[in-house]
Structure formats: C-alpha cells, structure tokens
C-alpha cells in the first residue's frame, strides 16, 4: 500500500536522525556512506533508494525540523 503523500518513511527519518551524530562528532568529510548505513540500521539500497549521496544526506538533514532529528 502506498503511503500517504507528504509523510516520510520510518528508514528515511532514521538515518537523518542517527547520520547527524557521525557528522557531528566527526565533519562531514571524515564521515563514510559505510558508517551511516551502520549508524541507521538500514542497508545500502534503502539508503540510496531515499538519498541519492552522503551530501544529500546532509543537505536533507539539515532543513528537517528539530523535533524529528
């Protein structure tokens, strides 16, 4: 079943909540693709199915609202 618009995925929500604290504690570009997906929980293609890279990652976590981070 298809989800509603304008909700997001409990995997999406996930790795932009946990993807913050590598990049936090790290920088962005100390931070690997690897560690994310580990950091999430999730696999590389449900990564890629909702971010197209690390950077959109960022960019997306980045205008979230705090509540959701």
């Known amino acids: 079943m298809a989800r509603p618009a304008g909700t997001v ?3 999406r929500s ?4 946990r993807a913050s604290d590598p990049f936090y504690r ?5 931070v690997g693709l690897n560690e994310i997906i580990e950091a999430g929980g999730v696999a590389r293609m449900t990564l890629y199915h ?9 960019l997306c976590g980045r205008h979230a609202p705090l509540s959701r981070r």
């Open 9 to 11: 995925s409990i995997a």
């Open 14 to 17: 996930r790795i932009l909540s």
């Open 26 to 30: 790290k920088g962005f570009n100390h």
């Open 50 to 58: 909702h971010f197209k890279s690390k950077g959109d990652i960022s």
